[in-house]
């Protein structure tokens, strides 16, 4: 699998009379899996270009990074490593420049996380519930989801929230609590770190807030980039699409879109309106902007 992240990098630093120039742009993307099937996938970085700019985790039979997350200085970043050909995977974290790497779970099947704004929190699922940990591994614990749960995606919201979504998929395939009325299944849902002051945002799933906190922008519930108010309500469909991210200045978003396999799958960037689309990577997915 293949993932991407990408740096847009705000205001000159005045020093004097004299200003630094901005950084470049940067983007970290994990490479597909080899076409002969060996499980292997790494991170590179890249730039909007798609100019590769450095290779981040190398390539390894039966190794597998996915899923990265940047740490909202982008100085880390976390990601999901499976080491024994997908029959566990963990939690990890590493420098930006792919140094450093280090373990931070312990569960059988933890994946997808997600670093809290005030860089004190990594949440992500772990064998279908969702946890928290400091980025140093320690002071894990749960975060009370209502049952039939089945967390999938988390995030965070503005105010110190979490947000998650659960059961997802097409409602053909709930169990017959996920009918009951507010449910939550199929929606984007926020709470408070205990599990208290629950509310569902929008109906989709993998929801990411713009920097001001105003809009979210989001996977529809059958797939689809769409963007919303942060209340919550109907959503917009911007195109095909999922795992959709804003720039730093939410000018922009970068999201994937699959292909018929992992080598064909492509990651793309457009205006926040849904114009000028076009894609930036082939073979990679789950992209991520650094901040």
């Not at 076409?35 to 590179?44: L, R």
């Not at 880390?76 to 450093?100: C, N, P």
């Not at 408070?192 to 105003?214: E, F, K, M, P, T």
Request: glycine share 14%.
């Amino acid at each position: 699998m293949i993932y991407l992240f990408v740096l847009a990098v705000g205001l000159l630093a005045a020093f004097g009379n004299a200003a630094t120039p901005p950084a470049p742009e940067q983007i970290a993307v994990s490479l597909a899996t080899h076409n002969g099937g060996d499980g292997s996938g790494g991170m590179v970085l890249i730039n909007p270009s798609g100019r590769r700019l450095a290779v981040l985790t190398k390539r390894r039979a039966g190794r597998e990074d996915s899923e990265p997350a940047w740490s909202p200085d982008g100085s880390r970043l976390a990601f999901t490593r499976t080491a024994d050909g997908r029959r566990s995977f963990q939690i990890y974290v590493m420098r930006a420049d792919g140094k450093g790497v280090r373990r931070i779970t312990r569960g059988r099947f933890d994946y997808s996380p997600s670093w809290s704004p005030d860089g004190r929190w990594i949440a992500y699922r772990s064998n279908g519930a969702l946890r928290i940990v400091h980025p140093d591994g320690t002071g894990g614990r749960s975060v009370p989801t209502r049952r039939p749960t089945e967390v999938e995606y988390p995030g965070w919201a503005p105010g110190g929230r979490i947000a998650y979504s659960y059961w997802s998929t097409i409602p053909q395939d709930w169990p017959a609590a996920c009918h009951r009325a507010r449910s939550g299944c199929g929606h984007v849902i926020s709470s408070r770190l205990d599990g208290s002051r629950r509310r569902l945002i929008v109906r989709g799933r993998d929801a990411h807030w713009s920097r001001d906190g105003r809009m979210i922008v989001y996977t529809g519930p059958d797939g689809g980039v769409y963007v919303a108010p942060s209340a919550g309500g109907g959503g917009r469909l911007l195109g095909r699409g999922y795992r959709a991210e804003w720039s730093r200045d939410g000018s922009q978003i970068v999201y994937a879109r699959l292909g018929s396999r992992p080598s064909q799958d492509s990651v793309w960037i457009m205006n926040r309106d849904g114009s000028n689309a076009h894609r930036i990577s082939r073979g990679a997915s789950n992209p991520a902007w650094r901040p």
